[in-house]
């Protein structure tokens, strides 16, 4: 048995073959067949003492279900440790109950996925109010990684003017924008965001002197319906903004819905390719293998027989 390899479900079989060879490992795609009553058979390739597991977890049901099978035919084949490398990770949003009923799916998934995996490692999960991801993964490790180094590189090597101004969407962008911002040189400022729904917001900026005739880069971590970008950039361009372009860390959206983000006044938007997206152009292969170095360096201890 080999000591350490990666699996990958089939949706993030791209992202997770650029993974296993900045690692030096193997890297197998777990085959998915689904049956005639919409049941699924999970087929995994011969487990390694330590199994890295890639999946991104966009559309995360069928997925979820995926792992769990793929988790249960690992363990059975001898894998002693199973790490689970999620760049866009479920249900977190909901981390408490804001109605009589609701469930809290934080909760819910981070209990789940602490029973099938020992590691979790994401990038920019989206806690709202939970400060620490590992209070969500009771008994295993987890890590929250920032694509802000990733992102910085990126913009830096294409190139950016110096008298633009980074802008998060909200009060919880702050610590992303802020590490951004510094990274680059920059000047940053936070909109006040006020959600009347799920697409219905309004944007408004404490210091609109500081936005007149500066570029301007809206920066957030989840961009799912395109509600906030596109209100941010039009509030962006009515202030005299010279140009807008967007980055974000997850594109949840359709991909149609580019062309609307244009009419809106975005000049660009790029994304980091922990979700596959055809705006795509930040790598994370790096930072992800960063945080998984130690598992390369470390073989996991043998059973033992007395």
């Not at 149609?256 to 009419?263: F, G, I, N």
Request: one cysteine or more; charged letters at 20%.
């Amino acid at each position: 048995m080999s000591t350490v390899a990666l699996q990958t479900l089939p949706s993030s079989a791209d992202a997770a073959k650029r993974l296993a060879a900045r690692l030096g490992l193997a890297c197998d795609e777990i085959a998915l067949h689904r049956f005639p009553d919409d049941e699924m058979r999970v087929t995994v390739a011969p487990a390694a003492e330590t199994t890295i597991l890639h999946a991104s977890l966009d559309h995360p049901d069928d997925k979820l279900i995926a792992l769990l099978f793929a988790a249960e035919a690992l363990r059975r084949g001898g894998a002693k440790r199973l790490v689970l490398v999620a760049p866009y990770l479920c249900y977190m949003r909901q981390d408490a109950a804001f109605h009589a009923g609701e469930a809290i799916s934080q909760r819910a998934i981070g209990g789940l996925l602490a029973t099938v995996v020992d590691r979790i490692v994401t990038v920019d999960a989206h806690l709202h109010r939970t400060p620490d991801i590992r209070s969500v993964f009771p008994g295993i490790e987890a890590d929250n990684l920032s694509a802000m180094p990733a992102i910085a590189k990126a913009l830096a090597a294409a190139g950016i003017a110096p008298s633009t101004v980074v802008i998060g969407p909200d009060a919880e962008s702050e610590p992303w924008v802020n590490d951004l911002a510094g990274r680059l040189g920059l000047q940053h400022t936070v909109a006040r965001k006020t959600r009347h729904g799920d697409r219905s917001v309004e944007i408004t900026f404490a210091d609109p002197a500081l936005l007149a005739r500066r570029p301007a880069l809206l920066v957030d971590d989840i961009v799912s319906s395109g509600t906030t970008l596109t209100v941010a950039a039009k509030a962006l361009n009515a202030l005299g903004a010279t140009v807008v372009d967007a980055v974000v860390t997850h594109a949840l959206f359709p991909p149609a819905m580019v062309a609307a983000l244009a009419d809106a006044g975005i000049r660009s938007i790029r994304s980091a390719d922990g979700v596959p997206h055809p705006t795509n152009a930040i790598a994370l292969d790096e930072l992800l293998a960063s945080a998984l170095e130690r598992e390369i360096n470390t073989v996991p201890l043998r059973e033992t027989t007395t």
